[in-house]
T-cell receptor, first 110, second 114 residues
Framework: DQQVKQNSPSLSVQEGRISILNCDYTNSMFDYFLWYKKYPAEGPTFLISISSIKDKNEDGRFTVFLNKSAKHLSLHIVPSQPGDSAVYFCAASAFTDMRFGAGTRLTVKP | DGGITQSPKYLFRKEGQNVTLSCEQNLNHDAMYWYRQDPGQGLRLIYYSQIVNDFQKGDIAEGYSVSREKKESFPLTVTSAQKNPTAFYLC?????????????FGPGTRLLVL
């Protein structure tokens, strides 16, 4: 029972363009959402988070949008850079329960 | 240079054998976690520990065991009872237990069955 889904296993964008990574969840109890980034041979690292009381959180080139009614969140990277090429995991949480998506592999082409 | 180390990077298990995956952190974190990742799936929680000498089962604890005798160490044993152990295993830690606590991950151990 996957409560958090990232339906696009991979995404390829051109350097300088916008990257949009999507994530859907099913449990309406989730109230805190995170994005992690993973390079090959390394563990995931925290990127950005958002609480359910907000609909947007921005940190430099990274912005996370939350649409609670649609149970959907997205990560926007603008402008995309080759160093952003990695696997991105979204996670949703409630209380002490955290669920991860399967990840989306982003490739930014020079 | 603080962080989480996992060893080995690759581990091979024979049928009926127990194997232990190492996880060490020098971040002085209280909480530690073990996750399993399979192709096309998200990370799934195996066990977590909030404090030394205490640990709790996650969603897929069957066939696994852990110990937390020291704050910095949280080894995971994959027992022979785990019928499908081939996966990528990630260890993580956080300052406290709570979903708003950022988790820091190790590089992972890939377990393969011979």
């Amino acid at each position: 029972d996957q409560q958090v889904k990232q339906n696009s296993p991979s995404l390829s964008v051109q350097e300088g363009r916008i990257s949009i990574l999507n994530c859907d969840y099913t449990n309406s109890m989730f109230d805190y959402f995170l994005w992690y980034k993973k390079y090959p041979a390394e563990g995931p690292t925290f990127l950005i988070s958002i609480s359910s009381i907000k609909d947007k959180n921005e940190d430099g080139r990274f912005t996370v949008f939350l649409n609670k009614s649609a149970k959907h969140l997205s990560l926007h990277i603008v402008p995309s850079q080759p160093g952003d090429s990695a696997v991105y995991f979204c996670a949703a949480s409630a209380f002490t329960d955290m669920r991860f998506g399967a990840g989306t592999r982003l490739t930014v082409k020079p | 240079d603080g962080g989480i180390t996992q060893s080995p990077k690759y581990l091979f298990r024979k049928e009926g054998q127990n194997v232990t995956l190492s996880c060490e952190q020098n971040l002085n974190h209280d909480a530690m976690y073990w996750y399993r990742q399979d192709p096309g799936q998200g990370l799934r929680l195996i066990y977590y520990s909030q404090i030394v000498n205490d640990f709790q089962k996650g969603d897929i604890a069957e066939g696994y065991s852990v110990s937390r005798e020291k704050k910095e160490s949280f080894p995971l044993t994959v027992t022979s009872a785990q019928k499908n152990p081939t996966a990528f295993y990630l260890c993580a830690s956080s300052q406290g237990l709570g979903v708003r606590e950022t988790q820091y991950f190790g590089p992972g151990t890939r377990l393969l069955v011979l």
